[in-house]
């Protein structure tokens, strides 16, 4: 099975920077949706940001647009979400997940792969 996993959680303060890595080796699939989620305890999960590693489409929930970069190393599966100007809404438990569909085709639910996430704590 493939089971993605992501480092470089930690905490910062409010403004500063983080950059989470998700590895995904040993995937099957030749082209597929990676995405970054975030949920803290007894909230929905969200979807932070998606790459579809056919084209390289990315999309961001509002909430990060302009702070957050989501990003694929090449030949490598290996991703990152470079998060700046972080917030203390932005706490959560980050987590990447790989879908064999195309992003935008399956809700959270749905993906494939989960990894174990990774903590992000964000002080005011």
């Known amino acids: 099975l493939v089971q993605p996993v992501e480092s470089g959680g930690g905490s910062v303060q409010a403004g500063g920077s983080l950059k989470l890595s998700c590895v995904v080796s040993?995937?099957?699939?030749?082209?597929?949706?990676m995405g970054w989620f975030r949920q803290v305890p007894g909230k929905k999960r969200e979807e932070v940001a998606t790459?579809?590693?056919?084209?390289?489409?990315?999309k961001y929930d509002i909430s990060v647009k302009g702070r957050f970069t989501i990003s694929q190393d090449n030949g490598k599966n290996t991703f990152y979400l470079q998060m700046d100007s972080l917030k203390p809404d932005d706490t959560a438990m980050y987590f990447c997940?790989?879908?064999?569909?195309?992003?935008?085709?399956?809700?959270?639910?749905?993906?494939?792969?989960w990894g174990q996430g990774t903590q992000v704590n964000v002080s005011s």
């Open positions: 997940a790989a879908d064999r569909y195309r992003c935008g085709t399956r809700n959270w639910g749905e993906f494939d792969y």
């Open positions: 040993e995937i099957t699939f030749t082209r597929y949706c």
């Open positions: 790459i579809y590693t056919a084209d390289g489409t990315t």
